[in-house]
């Protein structure tokens, strides 16, 4: 079973910039594709990006395109949610997780499974 582990969160101030990460250990996730969700008090967790096996193809909520980068380091099982820009609404804690096999929507909740503990991420005004 694989254990996923944010770091990175901090309190910043509107266009500043953060870089999370998510430390992958019990086995590699090489073989799967990774998301970053968000869940800011008292809102559902929502779909950030997501990014593919090899990394080649990314995937971004329209809220964080253009602002957010996912990468991933397979060789040190880490993925990464560059995020620049910051706006207050990106006040959230933020998730990774590992892809599902199976499901069809990368968007969903449902779609993914061995969630971190989640990092929190405050961006005043």
């Known amino acids: 079973q694989v254990q996923l582990v944010e770091s990175g969160g901090g309190l910043v101030q509107a266009g500043d910039s953060l870089r999370l990460s998510c430390a992958a250990s019990?086995?590699?996730?090489?073989?799967?594709?990774m998301g970053w969700f968000r869940q800011a008090p008292g809102k559902e967790r929502e779909f950030v990006a997501r990014i593919s096996r090899s990394g080649l193809i990314t995937t971004y909520a329209d809220s964080v395109k253009g602002r957010f980068a996912i990468s991933r380091d397979n060789a040190k099982n880490t993925v990464y949610l560059q995020m620049n820009s910051l706006k207050p609404e990106d006040t959230a804690v933020y998730y990774c997780?590992?892809?599902?096999?199976?499901?069809?929507?990368?968007?969903?909740?449902?779609?993914?499974?061995?969630w971190g503990q989640g990092t929190q991420v405050t961006v005043s005004s």
């Open positions: 019990g086995r590699t996730v090489s073989n799967n594709a």
């Open positions: 997780a590992t892809d599902r096999p199976g499901m069809s929507s990368i968007y969903h909740t449902a779609s993914y499974e061995n």
